[in-house]
């Protein structure tokens, strides 16, 4: 298990999350007008932890494994995946932890510009300061995401449709 040191100011909202055999403690904060909670680990840039090529690379290979998986709103198993859902299942498939939903998942790095993304790395789209898409940078633009309804598992670029920011996993 990996160590971070967490820094959100004067409130701390200290949560316990239990996945499968183990259990982690996610410090996060509320949201304001919303029951949401939005993990943000502010790690300090000289202790960071990214992930290692090896572990980027196993990533992109199990979202390509999914290429063809039906949009299902809520998905996030063989069958059917929305957008965040695809994301937590490829990291969990490789032993990663990753939060359920865009709007925790893009607390989880270090927000990067856009072209500064790697592969492995997050794109996030937003409409008017929201986050309602997450989709996996392969380089170069290119990204696998589940779309939208009625729509599958597929490639994108950012030339066709823009992130506005990128995250650099931890």
């Not at 029951?35 to 290692?52: E, G, H, K, M, N």
Request: proline letters at 4%.
């Amino acid at each position: 298990m990996k160590h971070f040191k967490y820094q959100l100011g004067t409130i701390v909202c200290i949560c316990m999350a239990s996945f499968s055999i183990h259990t982690q403690v996610v410090y996060g904060q509320i949201r304001e007008n919303s029951s949401d909670i939005l993990v943000r680990p502010l790690v300090a840039t000289s202790t960071a932890t990214y992930l290692s090529d090896a572990e980027r690379y196993a990533i992109i290979q199990e979202g390509t494994k999914l290429l063809g998986q039906p949009y299902v709103w809520g998905g996030n198993r063989i069958g059917g995946f929305d957008c965040s859902g695809f994301i937590e299942y490829i990291f969990n498939r490789n032993g990663k932890y990753m939060p359920r939903t865009t709007q925790q998942q893009q607390y989880f790095g270090d927000k990067i510009r856009i072209d500064q993304a790697l592969p492995g790395d997050l794109y996030f789209f937003e409409d008017n300061g929201e986050v309602y898409h997450v989709a996996l940078a392969l380089g170069d633009g290119a990204y696998i995401h589940s779309p939208s309804p009625g729509r599958k598992v597929s490639y994108g670029h950012i030339s066709r449709f823009q992130a506005q920011f990128a995250l650099r996993v931890l």
